[in-house]
Structures are given as C-alpha cells and as structure tokens.
C-alpha cells in the first residue's frame, strides 16, 4: 500500500499582505480535510473534491463564494476533476448560482455520458440533480465587488487586478496508488459573459 498525499494550492500569483493569512490557513484547512479521507483508506477523488469544496466555501480564494466577477457583475465559474485511475473526467463551465462547481463536476463525469456541460444545460443538470441554488449575490463577497467597480474606472487597467487572483487546486494520490485531480475558479475579474478559461478544459488548465 501506497502512503497517501494530497497537494493544494490556493491560486497562483501575489497575495495581499491583509490576506496572507487567511489564504494560508485556508489552504491548510484544504489540505487537511482531503488527508483526512485519504488517511481513513479514502479515494484520490474524494479527496481533491473535499479539499477543493473547502476552498469553494472560504470567500479567500477566486472560487465558489469569493469568485470574481464578470462584467456584469456577477459570478460565474468554471470547475474540473479527473480519476486517473480511468481518465474519467468531468467539467461545468459559466455555471451561477451553485456554492460548490466542482460537485457538480463529479456529477458530471459520473451521472453523464458527457465531458463538460455549461451555463443553462449545466444550471438545470444541477436541477436535476437536486443540487440546490445558491442565489448569486450569496458568492458575491464585499472584495470581489469592489475590484469589479475599480476595473468599471475608464482609467483602470484590469490586469493589474489579475495578479493576485488564481485557480484553486488539488491532486491526491490515494493508499491504492491512484492519482486525482481538481480545479475550481471564478476566472477572470471583469471577463465577457460566457467566458470560460483552461481550467475546464482538460490538457489545457
């Protein structure tokens, strides 16, 4: 039997010194959670969801609630998880309203014969799937809305805002020696509507 372990990260680029701490331990929250079902014999796969869910919750990381958000104002979000056991993989794109993207990932990739599903067939698969909504301005934190109306500025630049900001992710392997991933974010701040970056494509993010 393989010693299991799980990789976090909680997004690439720099962290604001007021928020260095709380990203931090919430990448340790993550981390935590996804070994804690992989030292109870759990699967890679159940592991990267759990430590990616972890991070969708926490408003610290460009993902679930604390996402950036588009032009318009609101928040949309793409989010990816792969078994490497098989290759199985599940993605959702441009999905609103829903806490956690990366569950309906996973339900993507077991409950359908497809790879990735977006916007409205994604919204009413979460439906169908009993998946509950969140309304959007739940995952609307105070930060993400004030960057939004600073890049809205005609003398902006939005990629200066685009530093800080990242993908959260998660790989495992399990004590089977079987290896998963998983990838959740809100993008780009101030992104067209409908835009949906690498992370939900595989090979690419």
Known sequence: RMKPVI???GGAGRIFKEREEGSRAGVVRAALRGYGILKQGGSALDAVEEAVRSMEDDPHFNAGCGSVLNEKGEVEMDAIIM????????????????????????????????????????????????IPETPGEKLVTERSRERWKKNL????NPEEFQKDLGTVGAVAIDSEGNVACATST???????????????CIGMG
């Open 153 to 156: 500025e005609p003398d902006s």
């Open 83 to 130: 078994d490497g056991k098989n290759l199985d993989s599940g993605a959702v794109s441009a999905v609103k309203c829903i806490a956690n993207p990366i569950k309906l990932a996973r339900l993507v990739m077991e409950k359908t014969k497809h790879m990735l599903l977006t916007d409205h067939g994604a919204h009413l698969f979460a439906q169908a799937m009993g």
């Open 186 to 200: 809100g993008g780009l701040s101030n992104k067209l509507i409908g835009r949906v970056g690498d992370t939900a």
């Open 7 to 9: 990789v976090v990260h």
